[in-house]
């Protein structure tokens, strides 16, 4: 069996595959409390009514953001990867996937590093620094462990004798490291890595994977945009068919959503971790339920576990009904 938890991290991503004798982590995002923005969208959301003077209190620093949320009757807390991790026993990482560099996809990297084995990271070669996101602080040690590996030579593997490998496989790269566990890279290439540094838009370089498992396919986003896609669906639309998981791209908005990509991938069940929308206009929750049959979110259902069976079975199960 193949168990896929989705993580509420708020605006971010995490993402953790058990396989049956290894587990491989996509993304990492850690944060005590959702960021200003979502609160306001919580807040709004769970409690309209009273939006206004809660956002007062809050704003006034009346009150702390874990009293406002109660006060809003939103009760789904932020989980912590590293406690997660903890609390189901898991004690190394095979392989970490970094799918860009955005913060909302690192934050916690460093204590990970630290408290974790890591036998196998991906990260591409690329030239971005480190971005803000939503107010969160740039933690050096998430960044510096970032660049440990991105930067990482075959010289300094020596110097250090560093006993994890460092890959940075790309769409039509030739290696078993990860085929053996039925991960095919279905983006980037080249090429869109170098969009993506001539246009200063990391998103454009977010890896994109088809994970298949006995009969499943899982599709992981990222936070792939439309040229992305685009590339996809030219030349793997035929493996893209009927998935039976997807993680949304891009945390739900419409800049991540593809209606023909979702149109040959019709997912069983979409995932969406969603980050702050900022408007709700870049919501695109509605166009996903036109071609899925399950829409999850973290944001209402919490963690979210999909246990995919070889026989083909699929069971899902959230931390939260909403
Ligand atoms: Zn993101």
Redesign the pocket.
Known sequence: MLKLHFLNVG???CCILEFPEKVAMVDINRNKNPDDETMKELIRASNPENARDIRGELEAGAIDKKTALEKANYTIPVQDPLKFLEKNNIKSIFRFISTHP?M??LHGLGELDKNMEISNFWALKNKFGANK?LEKPNRADDWSTYRKYRDHTTESDKEDEQSNTVIRPMDKSIGEDYTTDGIKILAPTPELLETAEQDGSA?IMSYVLLVNYGPHKIVLGG?AEKETWQYILEQYGDLIKDVTVLKSA??GRNSGYHEPAMQEMQPQYTIVSV?AKLDPRLDATKEYTEYTENLLTTRWQGNVTIECHENGDVTCSTQFDY
């Open positions: 605006h971010g991503d955005h909302d996809h996101s998103n936070d891009h945390h980050g």
